[in-house]
T-cell receptor
Framework: EAQVTQNPRYLITVTGKKLTVTCSQNMNHEYMSWYRQDPGLGLRQIYYSMNVEVTDKGDVPEGYKVSRKEKRNFPLILESPSPNQTSLYFC???????????FGSGTQLSVL | DAKTTQPNSMESNEEEPVHLPCNHSTISGTDYIHWYRQLPSQGPEYVIHGLTSNVNNRMASLAIAEDRKSSTLILHRATLRDAAVYYCILRDRWGNNRLAFGKGNQVVVIP
């Protein structure tokens, strides 16, 4: 089944403890992206990647890192999480620019 | 980046058509118009997209104005399952993929 898989589904951590949220797609998509969703603010793009080894900042990249070493994986890294990064995170992919996006089920992150 | 403007919320009666407007006055010639929806506690899901011509699929229809500065998503017969937040976004075909989803349009379906 074609899908975007995020792990974990829920994560509670403490300030400053490095964490990684994984994202994997099995559709051979070139484009992948991370979003965060906060009440009243909608979906905001954190980073995106047009292909392997090609990444760029979205609207809210501060405090996040990404890497794209393989086509299928696009992990989101929080080197030193802070409480303002408590949010619902979504990974998405598409076959190329302009095509429809497939979203993962989301990761609810709480930073205490 | 080209932005879109949608109403914050709309109500519709069950089994009646729903017209969801979206303004995108700064759209460029290479921008596709995409619509997604997000049901409660789920990730967004693709609904439909188009460039210049009207588009139909099993979920909805997309009517695009001749000048492309606005579009309308049409749900032909609203069901309770269509209650969701609907997002209208622009995707550049040639590389600018900083996607702004905005807050979307909360559609309420009244039984």
């Amino acid at each position: 089944e074609a899908q975007v898989t995020q792990n974990p589904r829920y994560l509670i951590t403490v300030t400053g403890k490095k964490l990684t949220v994984t994202c994997s797609q099995n559709m051979n998509h070139e484009y992948m992206s991370w979003y965060r969703q906060d009440p009243g603010l909608g979906l905001r793009q954190i980073y995106y990647s047009m292909n392997v080894e090609v990444t760029d900042k979205g609207d809210v990249p501060e405090g996040y890192k990404v890497s794209r070493k393989e086509k299928r994986n696009f992990p989101l890294i929080l080197e030193s999480p802070s409480p303002n990064q408590t949010s619902l995170y979504f990974c998405a992919s598409s076959i190329s620019d302009g095509e429809k996006l497939f979203f993962g089920s989301g990761t609810q992150l709480s930073v205490l | 980046d080209a932005k879109t403007t949608q109403p914050n919320s709309m109500e519709s009666n069950e089994e009646e058509p729903v017209h969801l407007p979206c303004n995108h006055s700064t759209i460029s010639g290479t921008d596709y118009i995409h619509w997604y929806r997000q049901l409660p506690s789920q990730g967004p899901e693709y609904v439909i997209h188009g460039l210049t011509s009207n588009v139909n699929n099993r979920m909805a229809s997309l009517a695009i104005a001749e000048d492309r500065k606005s579009s309308t998503l049409i749900l032909h017969r609203a069901t309770l399952r269509d209650a969701a937040v609907y997002y209208c976004i622009l995707r550049d075909r040639w590389g600018n993929n900083r996607l702004a989803f905005g807050k979307g349009n909360q559609v309420v379906v009244i039984p």
